[in-house]
């Protein structure tokens, strides 16, 4: 998966998980509750990894370049 797609999807989770917090707190629901948590918290894992993605990707094409500058 592509680093835009892992952000996206990370946004994605992390908005649900907001969701189904704030419902499982509205409707007395531990179990709900902590299922938001715990998607939120994989929504935050999978932008961090989108973020590494990118940044590795940025890292390598500024080598390149610098390499080819030097050629």
């Known amino acids: 998966m592509g680093a835009t797609a892992d952000k996206v ?3 994605t989770n ?7 917090q704030g ?3 509205a409707v007395g629901s531990d179990k709900l509750q902590g299922e938001g ?3 939120e918290i994989k929504g ?8 590494a ?4 990707k940025d890292a390598v094409n500024k080598a390149a370049a610098a390499a080819n500058k030097n050629l």
Not at 44 to 51: E, L, T
């Open 9 to 11: 999807k990370g946004a």
């Open 14 to 20: 992390e908005g649900i998980g907001k969701a189904k």
């Open 23 to 25: 419902i499982g707190e």
């Open 37 to 39: 948590a715990v998607q």
């Open 44 to 51: 935050k894992g999978q932008k961090a990894v989108g973020d």
């Open 53 to 56: 993605k990118e940044a590795t």
